[in-house]
């Protein structure tokens, strides 16, 4: 399946980026840090403002469940103690998600993680480490990378998979997302073959990255 | 000099939650004074009682764990299937309307809503209520009859009902298909445990409600206002006329009779195991797990210890890495929902977990 990257799409956001994974589009502002509201001030740590908006119409409890699900992930990734009484604004724009069910949000989930990455780093924000998530079904025991709505329906199980990575390995399970019907064998099974799958991921972001940082700085010969 | 301040163990809880569970943890406490691996004990009530008491209660449940009550009444709706906007799959889930009573009135906070969407999206992938067992079948017709009015079904009255069938009628019942949803709403009284194991007594809160559920009839009401347009049929017992309504705006109504309702047909028990009787056989129990880390000092080194079914403000605040495992009798997994906050999680705490989740699933009686 095909990712797409964007960064800097956003001019007056402090980091932005566009991710497409099949026919999920996600577009990810960062804003920060800032000055925060003052019920949302810590003393000690920057506090995360997470907002995420659905393809179509309003939000829902559906999107504030995703909001939920990737503040728990994002707030030990980033270094808050780095920016104490400060806020960090991270907003996350569904373009296009394949739906005409509002049923599953794996697909949806794993976009808006894998795009706040390359917008938290076009942000400049400091992050403990690097992290990669994928979307995974299992079809009858089949393994599937990415599955579209109509795999997603016909399966047994489904899981969001997030790893951090460490030297452009994957190093710690940072989040785990199943639902449906599954043994234990099957789920260790599933999370042994996303290492390799979100280290692909990583791939490609240190190549966009690298090629990033050559674009946006000036070097000397 | 500034002079050293002591707490008082209760004061040092309130204002430092994370210090105050370190504390209790590195002498082999838990602030709760339960084991480590100790789940809270649950009961369940006869929640019946609701049900009885209300025609418009289909199923409900009580429980209580500690001081913390969570009471879930199932009601009905109905929609048109053609007009449904979601497309409807296989199976069907509950609507959850989640309350947590914390003395103040207002919108919904962050956590009620997360916890509805999460029971929500849980019981619709655990594959539980197959969307065909709340279709509605035979829906009836009201008709009166020397001033008195009976519903007249197509199962049970069927010579009777294909006299007073009548064409513009069968537009209306037979060409429209129409569905149950399911209305949950869950009060949380005195909310002491954690929100994951909120999410664990919502959980099995709604399986029990929704295994006492039994569905009534529905028949297409005559309204007053229009028995001016409505047409004649003749009753072959009276040889008289009675009136049926044949708007197609005419209502369609629940019926409150008891004997008429039918019990709803969900996929609780094992389908693997016959004898299987259990209503949590196949739904599984939601078990949930945290991961602190107990930093070492000289004599000690620092470990990473799993606490069953978090409780109180210290564990609530502190505990970053969690785990919340449904697994059923038969070893199988509905839901995992893992979320490693200080890195503390590993394969093994997972195992470990799914393991005593498992346990607990298979030990569990109602």
Known sequence: MSHQVETGVLSRSDGSAQLTIGSTKVITSVNGPTEPKARQELPNLASLEIVIRPAQGLPTTREKLLEDKLRSLLQTIIIRYKYPRQLIQIVVQFLSSEGKSNVFTNNELSAAINCAFYALIDANIALNYSFAAVSVSLNEGKYLKDPAWKQLSESDSHHVICFSIQDGKAEKLLLLESQGDFSEEEVFDTIAKSVAECEKVHQDQRKFIGEKIDRDFIWKA | MLKQVAFPPEVLARIAPDISLQRHLSIGLRPNLRNFTEFKPLEIADGTAFKNSNPNVVGSSVIKSGSTTVMNVITLGIVDNSVQVDAQGPYSSVYPVIEILRGRSGEPTDEDMILAQSIHETILHSKIIPSGSLEIKNVGIQVTEDEKSRI?????????????????????????????????????????????????????????????????????????????????????????????????????????????????KLELTDAMDVDSKGQFDHSGISSNFGLVTIPGDDENQAKTVLLADLEGEAEETSIFSRISVIANKSDRLKRISLINGDGGISLEALKKSIEIAKLRAREFEA
């Open chain 2, 152 to 264: 007249i079904y197509p199962d049970l009255h069927p010579e009777e009902y294909s006299l007073v069938r009548n064409p513009s009628a069968v537009t209306h019942a037979g060409s429209k298909s129409y569905s149950f949803v399911l209305l949950s709403n869950i009060k949380i009284f005195s909310k002491s445990v954690s929100t994951s194991s909120l999410f664990d007594l919502c959980h099995l809160s709604t399986i029990n409600a929704l295994s006492s559920i039994s569905l009534p009839r529905v028949y297409i009401g005559e309204s007053d206002a229009h028995t001016a347009s409505a047409s004649i049929a003749r009753s072959r017992r009276s040889n008289k006329r009675s009136l049926i309504s044949t708007q197609s705006d005419s209502n369609l109504t629940i019926d409150t009779s008891t004997e008429l309702q039918s019990p709803l």
